[in-house]
């Protein structure tokens, strides 16, 4: 059986309660893929109204996730509270994330350890900077994110499709470029191939790999034919009509 296409939408720090409702309007009317797993992360104010109103095939992820249980740590949200509230997704790794406020590998390897242990799937994000890619670092850089997160699960996590590689070439996001199909698939190829030497078989067969970075409507049916390319974790057009296009981009 082969692995399920899946679209994640990015909202970022975007949004207010009538245009997600609008979103959320647009979505539950709209034809879609059935074929295809489809997450949206709003900003985590609007998670509970999200979730209240969007068809239940749809799942919801928060943005961000705290790397240790309910306590004492202002302004964060932990694995328990996004479970139980009904959020089955988070995102964890984002470029902005690491760049902006500092996250580190390890960090984001918690992160991704507690959240799993927590019940929730994690959208874990990798990506190389334009001057790392100019002095052909992209593989180390990838390799050396995904390998403080092996180092820290449990093999079996990757191969129950509670973890979905994001690549994101730093470049890439909301500047308007995007990684050429073969460029593309080139490092999801190597990022499968590096899940079969470094975790498993099993896992590089069974974990999907999507792609982000301006992706829209006009470049998604092509790179989703790319054999390596298991799906999208879309940003800005996240927010516009066009999703749906991109959701169906394999039919």
Known sequence: MGRQFFVGGNFKMNGTIKSIT???HNLNNAKLDEKTEVVIAPPSLFLLLVREHLRKEIEVAA?????KPNGAFTGEISAEQLKDSGITWTLVGHSERRALLGEDDKFIASKTKTALAGGLGVILCCGETLEQRDSNET???????LSAVASTIDPSSWSSNKVVIAYEPVWAIGTGKVATTAQAQEVHAAIR????ESVDKEAAEQTRIIYGGSVSEKNCKDLSQEEDIDGFLVGGASLKPAFVDIINSKL
Do not use: E, H, Y
Request: hydrophobic residues 45%; neutral net charge.
């Open 22 to 24: 609008d979103i959320i």
């Open 63 to 67: 943005q961000n996730v705290f790397d």
């Open 139 to 145: 593989l180390s850089v990838v390799t050396r994110q």
């Open 193 to 196: 191939k590096w899940l079969g």
